[in-house]
């Protein structure tokens, strides 16, 4: 079956509905991980807005209902990947892969060198789509009291 997706930068309207994707998805994250103190489940619609004016919030949209997020932070020639999320009901037809393919191009074309992510070092299934879309890990931290991958892209 083929999918028919739209990507696009998220504008402040759009905040209730990436704060229900980030909510159900780091539950789940959480469930998955064992930790229960995810700074993204305790952003509020408001912090969510705050930083769709100040970041490079992008978001998927099936029908016009958004299904997918992710958060870039650019910093001269580096750049910060979060709240990467895709809604449950919408994994595993590409909608992960091409917001990835957006950013890749957004970063490319800001004159981005490298992109730095992070995420549990045990979630597998994480770890595998990253490494897929050309990231690596550069470090194990455990900073916030677990295990965490500091992955990276080169471009």
């Not at 780091?26 to 930790?35: H, R, S, V, W």
């Not at 807005?49 to 299904?67: N, Q, T, Y």
């Not at 004159?111 to 549990?120: E, Q, S």
Request: glycine fraction near 8%.
């Amino acid at each position: 079956m083929n999918y028919t997706f739209m990507i696009r930068r998220a504008s402040v309207e759009d905040a209730p509905a990436v704060y229900a994707i980030l909510q159900s998805a780091f539950k789940e994250y959480a469930k998955i991980t064992g930790l229960d103190k995810l700074e993204a489940l305790f952003e509020t619609v408001d912090d969510i807005r705050g930083e769709i004016e100040s970041k490079a919030v992008h978001v998927a949209l099936i029908d016009g209902c958004i299904v997918g997020t992710l958060r870039l932070d650019i910093h001269g020639d580096q750049a910060y990947l979060s709240r990467f999320a895709v809604d449950n009901h919408n994994r595993n037809i590409g909608v992960g892969k091409s917001l990835m393919h957006v950013a890749d191009k957004y970063l490319r074309h800001k004159g981005v060198k490298k992109v730095t992510l992070h995420t549990d070092s045990r979630h597998g299934a994480l770890v595998r789509f990253y490494y897929s879309r050309g990231f690596f890990v550069e470090a194990i931290e455990t900073d916030r009291g677990y295990l965490r991958a500091r992955l990276v892209k080169e471009y």
